[in-house]
């Protein structure tokens, strides 16, 4: 399986010097206008460093009786590469669920991804998986959720409605 898409990406790709880096623009949707920012995906040895950076995320709120925590945020890699709004209040809909190509529970999807904190709306994190390599990526989407992820309800962690989206594209740059 490894060796398959190895020898697809030497075949598909003419210099692979030059992609070794996707990026994913993340934009919010109504529920989190004011939110941007980047996700980076590098090809490093045994798998891939994914970094993020963002701003515009919403305040803090505490969960109390059945309201759910607002933050940390669920973030996730989706299974489609359509960050399309939809319908307003449940955002980001196209871009279907969480990416999950071994038939994980959730809790170890493949795109199941640390928490992102918030430092008055601006979040800042890098992390290593060797889940993936980043050519397994392209095409799919980054989401940003209103809520954290429990890390245990299925199939979604519990993380809440969709803030923000971003489609992972190969990044060709020959000075990474
Ligand atoms: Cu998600």
Aim: hydrophobic share 30%; glycine share 14%; with cysteine.
């Amino acid at each position: 399986m490894r060796g398959a898409q190895y020898y697809r990406y030497l075949g598909e790709i003419p210099n692979r010097r030059q992609y070794r880096r996707a990026v994913a623009h993340i934009r919010g949707g109504p529920l989190a206008p004011k939110l941007y920012g980047v996700a980076w995906f590098d090809d490093i040895p045994g798998g891939t460093r994914v970094c993020v950076q963002v701003s515009g995320l919403p305040s803090y709120q505490s969960g109390d009786g059945d309201k759910q925590p607002i933050g940390p945020h669920g973030f996730h890699i989706h299974e489609f590469g359509d960050c399309k709004v939809g319908d307003p209040e449940e955002p980001f809909q196209a871009a279907g669920g969480h990416w999950n190509p071994d038939h994980q529970h959730h809790g170890n999807h493949a795109g199941d991804f640390p928490v992102l904190f918030s430092n008055n709306g601006y979040a800042w994190m890098c992390f290593f998986t060797n889940r993936f390599r980043v050519w397994d990526i392209i095409g799919k989407t980054v989401i940003i959720h209103q809520n954290p992820d429990d890390y245990r309800t299925q199939p979604a962690g519990n993380a809440g409605k969709r803030l923000a989206c971003g489609l992972i594209e190969w990044v060709n740059n020959t000075y990474l």
